[in-house]
């Protein structure tokens, strides 16, 4: 079992304000996927990152890739109300047959 | 809209009952998945199937029985649940040829009485 950890739990911030959520794991990982649920629904993607140190943007959200394919963040900058939800990492690699490794979760609440 | 459908999206079903989850992509996509979502718990896979071949059934009791028919739809058969069997149950896709990212489902809410 390749385990990821997600940092913080929950997260409490004021709108305007910036925020960055952390993935972390001992285990290497050819892709990590950054998805948002919100209550009752199926996680959306995000976005999905392959190639070690890479960045990427996607509007107000930041999304890099750790050098050694281990770890990942994902920054929020002038967080909106509309960012509130869960924000779920995962990871997958060959010696796990491509499975999907889920972190517990960040819960986002963005305070109008 | 991900492009994968689950109905129903809520189900409330007695221990005695036997009832059926169902799940379609339009995606195209030849994998599909089973997941269980329970509070303050990561995504558990349940079931793996892939061009409509299961791959993976990650010791999930004999209660939950999977069915795909095709590489279209995947159907998660419920018989003698019990209460802490209650999560939302989400489906996703994946096209393994090209591709890590899987795609969820909008989820089933189950609660067992």
């Known amino acids: 079992t390749q385990l990821l950890e997600q940092s913080p739990q929950f997260l409490s911030i004021q709108e305007g304000e910036n925020l960055t959520v952390y993935c972390n794991s001992s285990?290497?990982?050819?892709?990590l996927q950054w998805y948002r649920q919100e209550p009752g629904e199926g996680p959306v993607l995000l976005v999905t990152v392959v190639t070690g140190g890479e960045v990427k943007k996607l509007k107000r959200l930041t999304f890099q890739f750790g050098d050694a394919r281990k770890d990942s963040s994902l920054h929020i900058t002038a967080a909106q109300t509309g960012d509130t939800g869960l924000y779920l990492c995962?990871?997958?690699?060959?010696?796990?047959?491509?499975?999907?490794?889920f972190g517990a979760g960040t819960t986002v609440t963005v305070r109008a | 809209e991900t492009g994968v459908t689950q109905t129903p999206r809520h189900l409330v079903m007695g221990m005695t009952n036997k009832k059926s989850l169902k799940c379609e992509q339009h995606l195209g996509h030849n994998a599909m998945y089973w997941y269980k979502q329970s509070a303050k718990k990561p995504l558990e896979l349940m079931f793996v199937y892939n061009f409509k071949e299961q791959t993976e059934n990650n010791s999930v009791p004999s209660r939950f029985s999977p069915e795909c028919p095709n590489s279209s739809h995947l159907f998660l058969h419920l018989h003698t649940l019990q209460p802490e069997d209650s999560a939302l149950y989400l489906c996703?896709?994946?096209?393994?040829?090209?591709?890590?990212?899987?795609?969820f489902g909008p989820g089933t809410r189950l609660t067992v009485l």
């Open positions: 285990s290497v990982f050819s892709s």
């Open positions: 996703a896709s994946r096209r393994t040829r090209d591709t890590d990212t899987q795609y």
């Open positions: 995962a990871g997958s690699s060959r010696s796990n047959d491509y499975k999907l490794s």
